[in-house]
Structures are given as structure tokens and as C-alpha cells.
């Protein structure tokens, strides 16, 4: 297998973007898969402080070295890209975007033509509505098509609940007498209304500073708007969301079924960093993640990618 070259650089945008190119063989041209990662300041390769999985280099050695082009970068206001992580809102990570694919389309060994943005979790969301913004090949939704973060968030709040019915003794009757799903809807409703209602960058919610624009603008949209981007996009759209998946819930790749440019598939499961697991635990789950961070990618999710691309 051939040696994969990486080039660090900053591309010029509305704040400077720390970005890795990588690539085999330059002296031809190639389509790109411009990767898009979720929520959180992890860096480009997708690590933290005490979280090192190389979710995002993992992704895109395997876009490499089948043959593309892929650029992978930092959030704005995060590790090497300049701004305000605080200030950054939903239309300003989808401006980013937008910048890293206009610098990599003048690269001479990209085809600007053939151009994927490749979305995980949130970065699921961005990419769908990059399809508005700018010229696209197709896209690729992993773990996060056809919802808006609301939904996600009830998801996923609602896994707690159920998990918590299985809890023994007095905390257990405790929590399952005092939190339940109307409780929760209310409190998300609380929390949108007060994102709204912000007029300053951040606002002080349940004893954690929260950023106001990024979900103000996450809180107008809804699955419905992001199930019809989908549907009056021209390219075409793979969405993958793993059954065992507990923060984006695979139901939602029902309603995309019936779009003749979109395939979608749903493999048993399969969570959130695409690994096969057998324990599907929310409450366990930044456990779970460093445990199986070095495991290879469930063969099945890769073979559908990559029979998707090949398509082409």
C-alpha cells in the first residue's frame, strides 16, 4: 500500500482554518471527501484531552487510500483555526465548510468537480445544509441524517430515562419518580426558549455556560427542514445511522427511503463511531468509546461506503 503524504495548512476564510490535506499521489487529479465532525472541540483527527480515539484520520485514511483527496480541519475557535468558539453559530460552521471546499478546490491534483462532504453527527447536519451553499457531488451522512439536534437531544435523553428504569433500590424509585419524558420536553423547550431569548454570546443554563447563536440557530430548524433539503438536493446522498447508535436514532433514516437519489442503511449494532458493539449504553458511553477507540471499523459500514463511491 502506498505511503499517505499529509500537508498542515491555514486557509483563509472569515477566521484562519487549520486544516490536513492528505492524498497518495498528486500528480493527477482526484475527487475530494472534505470530512465534517460533530459537536465538541475535538481536533481534526478527532481527539481531546483524554479521549484520543483518531476517529477522523481513521475515516480518512480509508477515503485515501481508495483513491480520493480528503481534507479534515478544526472548528472554528478551536486547536489552529482562529475565532470564537463561543460566538460560532450553525451558518458559520457551514461558512467554514464552504471556505475549506473552495481552498481545496484550486488545489491542481483535485477535481473540483467531484466534490463529497462527508458529515458525522452534527457534521451530518452541516453538510446537508451545505448542499444549499455550494455545488456538490454527493454527500455522505453518518450518524445524524434527516433529525435536527432537538431531536437528537430527546433521543438521547430519552435512552437515560430508559436506562434508569433499570435502577435498583431508592435512587433508582427516586429518579424514575421525578424525571420523565414530559419533564424532559419541557426542560428542552426551557432551553431552546432561553437560547432564543439570549443577548449576550453565551447564556447560564442548569450551572454549564452554554452558547447562544450556535443553538438558536440549531432550535429553527427541524427533521422537516433538513428531510427536504435532502429531497430537493440533485447529488446523491448515502445515510448511515447504526441500530446501536444511542445519539442518533437510526428511525429516523425511515422517511429518506422514499427519495430515489438517497441510500440508506442501518446496520445492527453499530453506534456512534461506527464500531460493532454488543452493549448499547448511553450512561456508559465515553467509556465504551475509548475501550473499542482502536477497534477497525464495522466492515459492513465500510463496504456500503465504499460501494456507494465506486457508483460514482
Known amino acids: 500500500m502506498n505511503e499517505i503524504k499529509e500537508e498542515r495548512v491555514i486557509i483563509d476564510g472569515e477566521n484562519k482554518i487549520g486544516a490536513t490535506i492528505s492524498y497518495i499521489d498528486d500528480n493527477k487529479k ?42 479534515r480541519y478544526d472548528k472554528r475557535g478551536t486547536h489552529e483555526s482562529t475565532g470564537n468558539f463561543n460566538k460560532t453559530g450553525l451558518s458559520d460552521l457551514v461558512n467554514d465548510a464552504k471556505s475549506v471546499i473552495d481552498y481545496a478546490k484550486d488545489l491542481p491534483y483535485v477535481d473540483e468537480t467531484k466534490i463529497i462532504a462527508c ?28 433529525m435536527c439536534l432537538r431531536t437528537a437531544m430527546e433521543f438521547q435523553n430519552f435512552q437515560v430515562l430508559d436506562e434508569l428504569k433499570d435502577k435498583k ?10 424525571i420523565n419524558k414530559e419533564k424532559v420536553m419541557k426542560q428542552l423547550d426551557d432551553f431552546y ?12 443554563y442548569n450551572g454549564a455556560m452554554m452558547p447562544a447563536k450556535w443553538l438558536k440557530e440549531h432550535g429553527e430548524l427541524s427533521d422537516e427542514d ?15 445511522t447504526g441500530k446501536g ?27 456512534h463511531m461506527l464500531r460493532e458493539v454488543d452493549d448499547a449504553s448511553i450512561m456508559k458511553v ?23 463511491l465506486k457508483k460514482r
Open 193 to 204: 426558549k432561553r437560547a432564543a431569548k439570549a443577548k449576550k454570546d453565551t447564556f447560564f
Open 30 to 71: 482526484k475527487p475530494l471527501v472534505l470530512l465534517i465532525m460533530g459537536t465538541g472541540k475535538l481536533n481534526r483527527d478527532g481527539n481531546q484531552f483524554g479521549m484520543k480515539t483518531d476517529f477522523y484520520k481513521t475515516l480518512s485514511d480509508m477515503f485515501v487510500n481508495w483513491g480520493y483527496v480528503c481534507v
Open 169 to 178: 433500590g431508592f435512587i433508582g424509585w427516586y429518579l424514575n419518580k421525578v
Open 245 to 271: 447508535d444511542v445519539q442518533a436514532d437510526a428511525r429516523c433514516l425511515e422517511r429518506l427511503k422514499e427519495f430515489s437519489n438517497v441510500v440508506t442503511y442501518a446496520p445492527e449494532k453499530v453506534n
Open 119 to 146: 458529515g458525522h453527527s452534527e457534521g451530518a447536519m452541516i453538510s446537508t445544509l451545505l448542499t444549499k451553499q455550494t455545488e456538490l457531488d454527493s454527500i455522505i451522512l453518518l450518524c445524524g441524517a434527516g
Open 286 to 308: 465515553k467509556k465504551q468509546y475509548k475501550k473499542i477507540a482502536k477497534e477497525p471499523m464495522h466492515e459492513g459500514t465500510k463496504e456500503v461506503i465504499k460501494s456507494f
Open 226 to 240: 433538513f428531510i427536504k433539503m435532502i429531497e430537493e438536493y440533485n447529488g446523491h446522498v448515502l445515510a448511515i
